[in-house]
């Protein structure tokens, strides 16, 4: 139906892309991924050769419409009336149009072809994907702030929440602002409060795991951590066991939070998270919150998060997206629809080492968060050297230290080095007293594992190799973990996935990065610090990893700026962010903008934009048929019937869009016309100059006029941005900014060439 190929182009070998391995990055950094794995094969639920498919329709048809009775119509056009209301497993009323449904490939065929169906796709699972990091990007604790903060109500689409945490208390707050339609009743111990104003839980295929809790209450800690970065209140001394000590706090302490849970023990579901989109626009949420998403890029009308986001930009809600954390390889981004934002991570100046110290003496320098102290010498085995021949397993498996390849009786009360870095989950398993791991790539970030542990690098594990097979008798000891300042922040760790856009080349993706990596904030007490089960520290906060942490640092941010505009479009809070962003370093970041979007968000500047690039549903809508989705289905989408005419048929380069891009096949012509237009939220009268930013190798940038004057606000000009030459090098990045003297609007320019 939709002309959106996914593409298989790639850029032109630009700088040294490492190898991807995103199932491991998966495993290592990304604390609930690490489970989520385990379970990724299994798809989409079955049921007698029927899966679950979401069919989508659309807006909400106007006036009165029973949902129910629509969608099971449609089923019994498909199959006869008895089996059709047992075919229907949820049905989408609230803020938008449509259904999951169990259907064998037949069925969803027929249904495709049906009146009012704009998309089909399988119910499938998403992936998951803290206070010095606030301070870190010029946000400090005494920021000047507003009293409609308290009438901001953020929806976080997550694992739930601990709300008895300190980062929750409601001391101070008021009843929920009236606008406020959502509910939390009816879980056996779970109660909402005046901080957590809402809550409810999403499993449309009823198949909860041994460990889930049938409550909006979190068991994970991933929802309490990203929900406590975004608005959690002031918590002073927090600390996990003394590391990242300080004061906890949300970007907004004093706003409001909505709590859908989405995702479990095994995953999140599209279903789940559309339904959790439905309820959250029509409870009146301000700014939605999602750190999760797919592992392969969907068109836009066939992802759920994107859905979701669409129906929720429609509604003036603004929602932010994590980028996923497949890094480095290009095109790893997993949610990039222009109207959301997406969140790269970037460092902080925190980071850990733990060093190891073996019989000879010789002290090497690993990294890792090891909150146990091990004050003793202990025998040092190499896991080659103690396989689990009952378990069937040698030692070129066991030299890994692969779940169950260990000899518990050879490893038990010693520190088992392994080749190759891992979760230490075997080692811990066998009865280790600890693990040395061999990390091939560089040091950006340090995770905790459920025994002492340090992960070293691979001239040092070559070191530390020779000493085990030099000696008869090699010991080693692991120290706590020592936290340092990182002077190189901010940059973009690998983990965190890039750009370009999988589906439009020439939209920007990600739009701009936020802390990511070592943060503090609040965890579920029941939820092991290293995700693997045994491990038994307690923890009221902990430091963990991942475009998820992100994330709800640019919710913060965006419900900071909201609380000072409480008009202003979720494309205008966006364009805020985006354009006072702080620019990152090329140097540290080979891959650019596609690293780093616009660079690092900056809340106290971006309340002060100057200009915003806005955007409405229309924008959006011409974008998309300039992109090829049918007229039929926009229709549909928007339940407007004057899109796609020629008049509205939008190409992406005049999307009014905070950032430009431009791909190209032929490297020695190019010529891209932009057309732009920006809208004063500064002082009324007022002229800006533009200027390009560095010397754009091989192009010509031109912008007409280059002079703006305004005297009003609220007044809109326009200018056409256009970029002519060849490409000198594969990517070519350059800024425009429109200044004023007080005000810098800056704009990343991305040229880059595909084969
Ligand atoms: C209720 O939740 C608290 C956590 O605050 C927990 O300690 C307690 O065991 C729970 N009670 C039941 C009956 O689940
Ligand atoms: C380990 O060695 C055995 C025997 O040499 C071989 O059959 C097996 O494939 C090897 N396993 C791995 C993981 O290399
Ligand atoms: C020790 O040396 C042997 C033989 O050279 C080799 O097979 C083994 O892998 C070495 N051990 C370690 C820990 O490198
Ligand atoms: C880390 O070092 C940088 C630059 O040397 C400094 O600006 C920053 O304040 C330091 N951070 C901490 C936490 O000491
Ligand atoms: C809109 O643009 C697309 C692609 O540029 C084109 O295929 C389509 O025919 C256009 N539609 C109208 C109504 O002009
Ligand atoms: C772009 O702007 C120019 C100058 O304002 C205008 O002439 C042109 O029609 C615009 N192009 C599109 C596609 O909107």
Same mark, same amino acid.
């Given at each position: 139906m939709y002309k959106c190929p996914i593409t298989t182009k790639r850029i032109a070998s630009p700088t040294t892309a490492r190898p991807k391995n995103p199932r491991l990055w998966f495993l290592l950094l990304s604390l609930i991924c690490s489970l989520l794995n385990t379970h990724r094969t299994a798809a989409a639920s079955e049921d007698d050769g029927r899966k679950e498919y979401i069919v989508y329709m659309g807006a909400k048809p106007a006036g009165d419409f029973s949902a129910s009775a629509t969608h099971t119509n449609m089923l019994q056009q498909v199959f006869g009336s008895s089996r059709a209301?047992?075919?229907?497993?949820?049905?989408?009323?609230?803020?938008?149009?449509?259904?999951?449904?169990?259907?064998?490939?037949?069925?969803?065929?027929?249904?495709?072809?049906?009146?009012?169906?704009?998309?089909?796709?399988?119910?499938?699972?998403k992936q998951l994907h803290t206070s010095r990091s606030w301070d870190f990007v010029g946000f400090p604790q005494q920021v000047k702030r507003t009293s409609f903060e308290s009438d901001i109500i953020i929806g976080m689409l997550d694992t739930g929440i601990w709300p008895e945490s300190d980062s929750f208390r409601d001391e101070g707050f008021g009843p929920p602002p009236r606008k406020w339609k959502g509910t939390c009743h009816g879980f056996s111990n779970f109660t909402c409060n005046n901080k957590i104003i809402g809550a409810k839980y999403y499993r449309s295929d009823g198949k909860f795991g041994r460990e889930d809790l049938r409550s909006p209450r979190d068991s994970l800690g991933h929802g309490t951590h990203t929900a406590s970065t975004a608005a959690g209140g002031l918590v002073s001394m927090a600390s996990l066991m003394g590391f990242g000590l300080g004061t906890a706090r949300g970007g907004v302490?004093?706003?409001?939070?909505?709590?859908?849970?989405?995702?479990?023990?095994?995953?999140?579901?599209?279903?789940?998270v559309l339904a959790a989109f439905d309820?959250?626009?029509?409870?009146? $949420?301000?700014?939605?919150? %999602?750190?999760?998403?797919?592992? *392969?890029?969907?068109?836009?009308?066939?992802?759920?998060?994107?859905? &979701?986001?669409?129906?929720?930009?429609k509604n003036g809600i603004l929602t932010s997206t994590s980028a996923g954390n497949e890094g480095p390889s290009f095109i790893s981004i997993t949610n990039?629809?222009?109207?959301?934002?997406? $969140?790269?991570?970037?460092? %902080?100046?925190?980071?850990?080492? *733990?060093?190891?110290?073996?019989?000879?003496?010789?002290?090497?320098? &690993?990294?890792s968060i090891n909150t146990f102290e091990l004050n003793d010498m202990y025998p040092l085995i190499y896991g080659g050297d103690a396989p689990n021949t009952r378990g069937g397993f040698r030692g070129n498996t066991s030299r890994f230290c692969k779940i169950n390849s260990l000899n518990p009786n050879l490893v038990k009360g010693k520190i088992v080095f392994c080749d190759g870095k891992g979760s230490g989950k075997a080692a811990f398993l066998a009865g280790a007293t600890g693990t040395l791991m061999v990390d091939k790539l560089p040091k950006g970030f340090s995770s905790s594992f459920p025994l002492p542990a340090s992960r070293i690098s691979v001239g040092d594990g070559r070191r530390i190799a020779h000493y085990i097979n030099s000696t008869s008798d090699p010991t080693a000891s692991i120290s706590k973990s020592t936290e340092v300042n990182d002077t190189l922040a901010p940059y973009v760790p690998p983990f965190s996935s890039r750009g370009p856009n999988p589906i439009t080349h020439d939209l920007l993706k990600p739009d701009l990065t936020s802390p990511g990596v070592h943060i503090l904030a609040a965890w579920s007490p029941i939820s092991p610090i290293s995700y693997v089960k045994g491990d038994n520290r307690v923890a009221q906060y902990n430091i963990v990893t991942g475009t998820s942490m992100a994330c709800p640092h640019a919710t913060g941010a965006a419900a900071y700026i909201k609380s000072f505009h409480p008009t202003w479009s979720p494309a205008a809070i966006k364009s805020a962010l985006m354009t006072t962003a702080t620019p990152m370093s090329a140097k540290k970041n080979p891959q650019v903008e596609f690293a780093y979007g616009a660079g690092n968000i900056d809340p106290i500047k971006a309340v002060h934009p100057g200009l915003v690039y806005d955007a409405n549903e229309i924008d959006f809508v011409n974008f998309l048929c300039g992109q090829g989705y049918g007229a039929k289905a926009l229709r549909q989408v928007t339940g407007d019937h004057s899109v796609c005419s020629k008049a509205t048929n939008g190409t992406v380069w005049n999307l009014n869009y905070p950032s430009f891009a431009l791909s190209t096949f032929n490297k020695e012509s190019i010529v891209g016309t932009f057309n732009r237009s920006v809208t004063n939220v500064g002082l009324a009268v007022s002229t800006y100059k533009a200027t390009i930013i560095g010397a754009p190798k091989g192009l010509k940038i031109k912008v007409k006029p280059n002079i703006l004057s305004f005297t009003s606000i609220g007044q809109k000009q326009s200018f056409v941005l256009k970029v002519e030459g060849r490409m000198v090098e594969d990517i070519v990045s350059t800024s425009l900014v429109w200044d004023n003297g007080v005000h810098q609007v800056r704009s990343p320019i991305v040229v880059y060439g595909v084969e």
């Open positions: 209301s047992a075919s229907l497993v949820h049905s989408y009323k609230r803020s938008f149009n449509g259904f999951v449904a169990k259907l064998t490939e037949e069925e969803m065929q027929q249904m495709k072809g049906m009146d009012g169906v704009v998309s089909i796709f399988p119910n499938e699972k302490p004093s706003a409001r939070i909505a709590v859908y849970k989405i995702c479990w023990s095994d995953g999140c579901h599209g279903a789940d309820d959250a626009i029509a409870d009146g $949420v301000d700014i939605i919150s %999602i750190s999760a998403g797919s592992s *392969t890029p969907s068109n836009y009308f066939e992802d759920p998060i994107a859905i &979701g986001a669409f129906h929720a930009m990039f629809s222009p109207w959301s934002l997406s $969140v790269a991570a970037s460092t %902080i100046d925190r980071k850990f080492f *733990t060093k190891v110290k073996l019989g000879d003496s010789k002290v090497y320098k &690993g990294f």
